[in-house]
């Protein structure tokens, strides 16, 4: 995994490259911790047992924020805390 800063991750999220940036992270697989929304969580499980898929997950901390999916990219809907709404604006801005 490539560790990275916040400021440099942007590189790493639109090539779904697994990286580290301290309280951001991307990575492969899935998992739940922190404050996600059921279905956004039970969207990311369903789609990361889809072995033939291109996925891809970014956390905030340890709560899953976005993932990508069979070339998409979903993000949580709930309101986070200041700090992890900003690592969705790096995220959202990264892939736009």
């Known amino acids: 995994m490539i560790r990275t800063s916040i400021k440099n991750s942007a590189e790493y999220i639109r090539g779904r490259v ?3 940036a301290g309280n951001l992270m991307g990575i492969n ?3 739940y911790g922190g ?5 956004f969580v ?3 499980l ?3 047992r889809d072995f ?3 996925f891809f997950v970014i956390y905030s901390y ?3 924020i976005a993932y990508y999916y069979r070339g998409e990219w ?3 809907t709930l309101r986070h805390s200041l700090t992890t709404a900003r690592h969705i604006t790096t995220v959202k801005r990264a892939i736009s």
């Open 18 to 20: 697994p990286f580290d």
């Open 29 to 31: 697989t899935v998992g």
């Open 35 to 39: 404050w996600a929304s059921e279905p």
């Open 42 to 44: 039970e969207g990311a």
């Open 46 to 48: 369903a789609a990361y």
């Open 52 to 54: 033939d898929s291109d």
């Open 62 to 64: 340890q709560t899953p």
């Open 74 to 76: 979903h993000f949580d």
